[in-house]
């Protein structure tokens, strides 16, 4: 019922700076939560960035000061502007979104994108 669709993600030199969207389709009644996740290779996946609709954003004291998480609610996307990159940033970055479908009468459910992998050299 509703798709993401990542984009953005690549191999960048540190201290380099890249932009993932993610935009949600599909029969959308509302959303609620956008946010963003990584997940390192053998490493479980951790909270990037979070933003509530009509909220502020929460970021990770990883990356604080350094990504900056927006959306456009009238596109359904979320952005994620990520400055001053580090090696340890590499990552495959998902987006998530809580959102009710049309027709649910206000049930919320969680959809993840595919995973975008962000690479960053020394």
């Known amino acids: 019922q509703v798709q993401l669709v990542e984009s953005g993600g690549g191999l960048v030199q540190a201290g380099g700076s890249l932009r993932l969207s993610c935009a949600a389709s599909g029969s959308i009644f509302s959303i609620r939560v956008m946010d963003w996740y990584r997940q390192a290779p053998g490493k479980q996946r951790e909270l990037v960035a979070a933003i509530r609709s009509g909220g502020s954003p929460n970021y990770a004291d990883s990356v604080k000061g350094r990504f900056t998480i927006s959306r456009d609610n009238a596109k359904n996307t979320v952005y994620l502007q990520m400055n001053s990159l580090k090696p340890e940033d590499t990552a495959v970055y998902f987006c998530?979104?809580?959102?009710?479908?049309?027709?649910?009468?206000?049930?919320?459910?969680?959809?993840w994108g595919q995973g975008t992998q962000v690479s960053v050299s020394s």
């Open positions: 998530r979104v809580e959102a009710s479908p049309t027709g649910t009468r206000g049930i919320w459910y969680q959809y």
